[in-house]
Each structure stands twice: as structure tokens, then as C-alpha cells.
């Protein structure tokens, strides 16, 4: 059997080898692009940060892990976990995805800058004139959609650390219906565990953006947070601090 010619040439058609090639020149198009936009790079920086104290959940819509399928129905699936979590397929750790962090940083900075000022933290010896011609450069323009922030990469956060910890914990979440206190539904789900270390990797292309993100990046992951369910203080670090 000429298994060179069974694979090129009945397993794969003439347009699904095309097709093949195609996507292969796009992605080394891709990378070229890449290369062009490194060769423009300014800085490399990274912060570390630890969990707050509610813990984090990342994909909170996605299907629950650890589903496993009951005996005699292959058709149904059972789990005590009722939320999902965003988890790396190569690596299984829960990572916090680039975009899941200039997101929520750009709403961040909508907020009034004497708001972003009095979130400084004490030992941060720093006037307010000062502090806004610093950060002057990562502010958006009410009008426009367009964003000097598009000039840095927010590269995906890694756990790194958990002072020897579980990863996880399990949690609930307890939403009602209509009449408060009426029919509560727990729903059971996994959170990283308080005091897990990230890291937070970027790399920026305006070279103004450095000092400005130097001092926004910390206050942003202490009051903004990251991930689902901000609002109950889930995502939010402590003892974030620029690490190169």
C-alpha cells in the first residue's frame, strides 16, 4: 500500500490540501507580523499579585468540570459543580487570558481620575498634578473608541505560586428568585484559593505607557479585579507591585 498516496491523495482531496497550504502561508504571514511588531518593542514589564481574600473564578459561563456520565444513560451528566472555570488546555492551571484584562482595565480608567488618585495607597508620596500628567497617557478619550492601550500586549496571567495551598477551593453562590430570601439555589463551584501568586506579563510599544502603567496596573487589580463576579469581590489582588 502506498500510504504517501492514500494520505495525500484519498484521505485529503486536491481543495482540502489548498485549503492546508492556505491556512499554513496565512499563519507564517502571522508570525511575520509578529516579528515586525517586536522589533518596535519598548519594555517587557511584569507585576505579581496574590488572590484577595474571596478567591478567583475566570469563565464562570463555561461548562463545570468534573461532569462524569451516570450509569445506563450515556445521554445525561452529572456534577455538584453548577459553574464553570476557565482552565488551560495544555497545562490544566487557571489562567486569566490577556483580553480578560485590558477589558476590564479600560473601564477602569473611565472612572474620574480623582477617584483613580485617592485609591493610591498611603506610602505612595506623590501630588495629584503629578500623578495625572503620569498617567495622562493610558487615559481614554470619552469620545472615541480607539485607545493608547492598544500599544501594549496583555499576555495571559499565570499562576505561579500558592504558599502551599490547595489550588482550589470549593464555594457556593446563593441567587433567589424574585422575592428575596425566597427559594435559594446554591450553586456550587470551584474559585482559585485566596493567596495564590500571579503573574502579570506585558509587553508595551509607546514608551510613555511604562511610568503609567507602573502606577496604574496595582490600584487597577486591588479595586477593579479581574474575572467573574467582581462585584462580590471575587478577582481582586493584594501586594500587586511591578516585579522587573
Do not use: C
Request: charged share 25%; proline share 5%.
Amino acid at each position: 500500500m502506498n500510504i504517501a498516496r492514500h494520505f495525500y491523495k484519498e484521505i485529503y482531496t486536491e481543495e482540502d490540501i489548498i485549503r492546508l497550504l492556505s491556512r499554513t502561508w496565512n499563519q507564517h504571514n502571522r508570525e511575520i507580523e509578529r516579528l515586525k511588531q517586536d522589533a518596535r518593542l519598548i519594555s517587557t514589564i511584569m507585576f505579581s499579585a496574590h488572590v484577595g481574600t474571596e478567591g478567583l473564578l475566570v469563565g464562570s459561563s463555561l461548562k463545570p468540570y468534573g461532569s462524569v456520565k451516570s450509569e445506563g444513560d450515556h445521554s445525561k451528566e452529572s456534577s455538584d459543580l453548577k459553574l464553570g472555570m476557565y482552565l488551560d488546555h495544555t497545562t490544566g492551571l487557571p489562567l486569566i487570558k490577556g483580553h480578560g484584562i485590558k477589558g476590564p482595565l479600560k473601564v477602569f480608567l473611565r472612572n474620574d481620575v480623582e477617584y483613580i488618585y485617592s485609591l493610591l495607597p498611603d506610602d505612595e508620596n506623590i501630588n495629584f498634578s503629578d500623578f495625572l500628567s503620569t498617567i495622562r497617557p493610558v487615559l481614554l478619550r470619552r469620545d472615541t473608541t480607539l485607545s493608547i492601550l492598544d500599544q501594549v500586549n496583555f499576555e495571559d496571567a499565570v499562576p505561579v505560586q500558592n504558599d502551599g495551598t490547595a489550588v482550589f477551593i470549593k464555594s457556593t453562590f446563593t441567587p433567589h428568585q424574585q422575592e428575596i430570601f425566597k427559594d435559594p439555589t446554591p450553586l456550587v463551584h470551584l474559585r482559585v484559593s485566596p493567596g495564590s501568586k500571579y503573574w502579570f506579563p506585558m509587553r508595551i510599544y509607546e514608551r510613555k505607557l511604562v511610568e503609567a502603567l507602573s502606577l496604574v496596573y496595582p490600584i487597577f487589580l486591588a479595586s477593579q479585579g479581574v474575572g467573574s463576579h467582581t462585584g462580590y469581590n471575587l478577582g481582586q489582588f493584594t501586594d500587586a507591585r511591578q516585579v522587573n
